[in-house]
Antibody
Framework: QVQLQESGPGLVKPSETLSLTCTVS????????WSWIRQPPGKGLEWIGY???????NYNPSLKSRVTISIDTSKNQFSLKLSSVTAADTAVYFC?????????????WGQGTTVTVSS | QSVLTQPPSASGTPGQRVTISCSGS????????VNWYQQLPGTAPKFLIY???QRPSGVPDRFSGSKSGTSASLAISGLQSEDEADYYC???????????FGGGTKLTVL
């Protein structure tokens, strides 16, 4: 059974870069899309971007200038970098698997990690 | 503002049937299938419905989905107290070449 686990600092200073890693266990990272989604406090879900196992990526246009998503298939991990963060980037960050055979739905999710942007 | 439009709240009493709507456009719901997620307080979203009306294993058949044109809906029959949660619709958007979400509907079981 595939499981995802986010890791990274819970506190980031304004203007710095937020860095998170998602570790995939119980299955291969190959042949799927892997995504980052965030949820600000009390608000809805926002797609950040995704990477395919081949390394190709696509980002939400609203964040594209600040986001980099990369994948390391040898470690079964993929990562998120969000630069020049502000308080508006404070959120719970989730990683998820996108399954093309299931309507491109996010069928496996990490538990989420809270990131607070504050000095 | 979310790309997909959902009512912010819905409610029902135990045993009732409730529906949650989701409205989009030709570039998203109109040309792709719809997925639904259930998010209990303080937890990650759970994959509830995919490809408009398919249930992943383990999801009770009380949950059903449908789609027509640029709108979709989630129905929950035999409402139970544990169904109290936030529900999100989502689909692929051809303009974005990525997923889009609804703003979420908070379901209260009275």
């Amino acid at each position: 059974q595939v499981q995802l686990q986010e890791s990274g600092p819970g506190l980031v200073k304004p203007s710095e870069t937020l860095s998170l890693t998602c570790t995939v266990s119980g299955g291969s990272i190959n042949s799927f899309y892997w995504s980052w989604i965030r949820q600000p406090p009390g608000k809805g879900l926002e797609w950040i971007g995704y990477t395919y196992y081949s390394g190709s990526t696509n980002y939400n246009p609203s964040l594209k200038s600040r986001v980099t998503i990369s994948i390391d298939t040898s470690k079964n991990q993929f990562s998120l970098k969000l630069s020049s963060v502000t308080a508006a980037d404070t959120a719970v960050y989730f990683c998820a698997r996108i399954s093309s055979s299931r309507g491109y739905g996010m069928d496996v999710w990490g538990q989420g990690t809270t990131v607070t942007v504050s000095s | 503002q979310s790309v997909l439009t959902q009512p912010p709240s819905a409610s029902g009493t135990p045993g009732q049937r409730v529906t949650i709507s989701c409205s989009g456009s030709s570039s998203n719901i109109g040309s792709n299938t719809v997925n639904w997620y259930q998010q209990l307080p303080g937890t990650a979203p759970k994959f509830l419905i995919y490809s408009n009306n398919q249930r992943p294993s383990g999801v009770p058949d009380r949950f059903s989905g449908s789609k027509s044109g640029t709108s979709a809906s989630l129905a929950i029959s035999g409402l139970q107290s544990e169904d109290e949660a936030d529900y999100y619709c989502a689909t692929w958007d051809d303009s974005l070449n990525g997923p889009v979400f609804g703003g979420g509907t908070k379901l209260t079981v009275l």
